[in-house]
């Protein structure tokens, strides 16, 4: 790929910006993750009180566990 082409441009423009927000937004989105998972797990609970919701609510908490492992 030549120096001068608008691809060369582009690839060298995004490699500047991907590491600085790799390494900014990784730890971010980990914890928005596992908070999620939480929540999730919060309320598999909560719909386990009502029979009609106790199929959904295992869903919920096996996709979880699946999730954290």
């Not at 797990?41 to 492992?69: E, G």
């Amino acid at each position: 790929m030549p120096k001068k082409s608008n691809a060369y441009k582009v690839v060298v423009i995004g490699d500047i910006f991907k590491d600085p927000l790799k390494d900014t937004l990784e730890p971010s989105l980990n914890i928005l993750i596992k908070l999620l998972i939480m929540a999730f797990l919060v309320l598999a609970t909560f719909f386990a009180t009502n029979s009609r919701w106790l199929f959904h609510s295992r869903t919920l908490i096996m996709l979880c566990v699946f999730i954290c492992t």
